[in-house]
């Protein structure tokens, strides 16, 4: 069985990288219930699989082997109860206590412990909260754990290292396995709406483990911190150091217009000081997925590719047709960012009459 921690917002709906997750472990149950086993005894312990090494789906598997429940700790409500069913889960723990209100890393870990299959795995999204949960699991249990995973097949599980530079294939073998899932490694994909059993349990903490916990939260303004626009919209166009300087957003700001979306930019821009940081896109800002990318004068560094690699389709306007950005888009413009996105402003409001 695979069990998936689930975050919520504060509208009680399943957060974007939770549903992601829960399509995830559906969509892989089958390797991953394969994969929840032992490592043949010849092979040494860290062994990397390579293709072929990890067993088939092994004798006397069972559909309810391949069974996906949902962990929600809190308040759950019939949007998120909604919601899961639509993603295909089949049982939803509803875990809510009042040691439970306040996050607290040790006891929220504890209590999916106390609920975690003996045989299988239990996973989350690589949030900050997903990490760090899952980190405490997996030292609780004896587990080994994989992080910033991707992809499970055959060939064992794919992760992404060194900020999604390079990637890692490995099997963990044992009895349980603990992952966090890389953020939009999948799209959420609807199935057949299933009728979630809903189980809930109220379980106390220990002392020790309250000794850490949230007391308080403090909201920013929402125009120092506030990602949301970019990383739901469905079109985001980004700037990086190619609109020359901190008055040179216009064109671009107007396409964004233009699109209904929303403003990336690359981490040069906000460390200038030219946009606030809320608007960065990459490794150390948002991750998105929009379905068209427009990169403005970005050259593609590392960080910031692995923050747009969920883009449906990625177009590249640059005076470098060497860039990386260019190299890894689907369409690219080569000329000067400012006179491309003119004339396409100029087209759009012509058309448009």
């Not at 850490?212 to 506030?226: C, G, I, L, Q, S």
């Amino acid at each position: 069985m695979t069990l998936v921690f689930v975050e919520t917002d504060e509208t009680g709906q399943v957060v974007l990288t939770s549903a992601e997750a829960v399509t995830f472990a559906r969509t892989n149950a089958e390797a991953l219930t394969a994969l929840a086993a032992p490592l043949p005894a010849e092979q040494p312990s860290g062994h990397s699989a390579t293709q072929g090494e990890v067993a088939q789906r092994p004798e006397g598997c069972s559909d309810e082997s391949l069974r996906v429940e949902a962990a929600v700790i809190g308040a759950l409500t019939e949007a998120a109860t909604n919601q899961l069913a639509a993603l295909g889960v089949d049982r939803i723990h509803h875990l809510e206590h009042p040691d439970l209100e306040a996050y607290s890393a040790a006891a929220w870990a504890q209590a999916l412990v106390d609920i975690a299959p003996e045989t299988g795995t239990v996973l989350a999204s690589g949030t900050p909260r997903g990490m760090e949960l899952m980190a405490h699991v997996a030292v609780r249990t004896g587990a080994r754990m994989a992080a910033n995973v991707v992809a499970a097949d055959d060939g064992g599980l794919l992760r992404q290292v060194l900020g999604g530079a390079a990637f890692e294939r490995l099997q963990l073998g044992g009895d349980l396995q603990v992952l966090t899932i890389a953020g939009h490694a999948c799209n959420p994909q609807e199935t057949t709406p299933t009728s979630p059993e809903i189980v809930s349990h109220s379980p106390a903490a220990a002392a020790d483990d309250l000794r850490t916990r949230v007391v308080r939260t403090e909201v920013e303004t929402a125009d120092d911190t506030d990602t949301s626009g970019l990383t739901q919209a469905r079109a985001v166009v980004g700037a990086g150091r190619g609109v020359g300087s901190e008055n040179g957003f216009g064109e671009v700001l107007e396409l964004v217009d233009h699109l209904g979306g929303a403003l990336g930019v690359s981490r040069v821009v906000t460390g200038l000081g030219w946009r606030p940081h809320a608007e960065q896109v990459g490794q150390t800002g948002s991750r998105i997925t929009p379905d068209v990318y427009i990169a403005c004068g970005i050259s593609g560094a590392v960080q910031h590719m692995a923050g747009v690699e969920g883009a449906k389709t990625i177009i590249a306007i640059n005076t470098d047709e060497e860039s990386t950005m260019v190299q890894r888009a689907d369409y690219a413009i080569i000329g000067d960012l400012h006179e491309v996105v003119g004339a396409v402003n100029e087209e759009i409001r012509n058309r448009r009459g």
